[in-house]
């Protein structure tokens, strides 16, 4: 069975950091599209950072560019989200997802169940 299961969200205050994890079970990141993306109820989803399938791409969103950080250590299947300087416009529930093509925001193969990110002001 695949599983991706989130760890590491919380309330913090604005200017503080967060490091969400999301282990995987059931396959592994080789080969594999790996990223995270956030949501807001009422809002759409919003990708955030991505590793591509061969390991040497990473793409951020505009607004988390310079603040966030996606990495991954394969040996542990597991993947990171280092999120520095928060603001409170980065509250949210955040997924991370996996694709054996590509990352893209609806169509992700394999989905987390979220973890809730809340900035204070």
């Known amino acids: 069975e695949v599983q991706l299961v989130e760890s590491g969200g919380g309330l913090v205050q604005a200017g503080g950091s967060l490091r969400l994890s999301c282990a995987a079970s059931?396959?592994?990141?080789?080969?594999?599209?790996i990223g995270w993306f956030r949501q807001v109820p009422g809002k759409a989803r919003e990708g955030v950072a991505c590793?591509?399938?061969?390991?040497?791409?990473?793409t951020y969103g505009e607004s988390v560019k310079g603040r966030f950080t996606i990495s991954s250590d394969n040996a542990k299947n597991t993947m990171y989200l280092q999120m520095n300087n928060l603001k409170p416009e980065d509250t949210a529930v955040y997924y991370c997802?996996?694709?054996?093509?590509?990352?893209?925001?609806?169509?992700?193969?394999?989905w987390g169940q979220g973890t809730q990110v809340t900035v204070s002001s």
């Open positions: 997802a996996a694709d054996r093509a590509m990352c893209v925001t609806y169509g992700m193969d394999y």
């Open positions: 059931g396959f592994t990141f080789d080969d594999h599209a």
């Open positions: 590793i591509s399938s061969s390991g040497f791409r990473i």
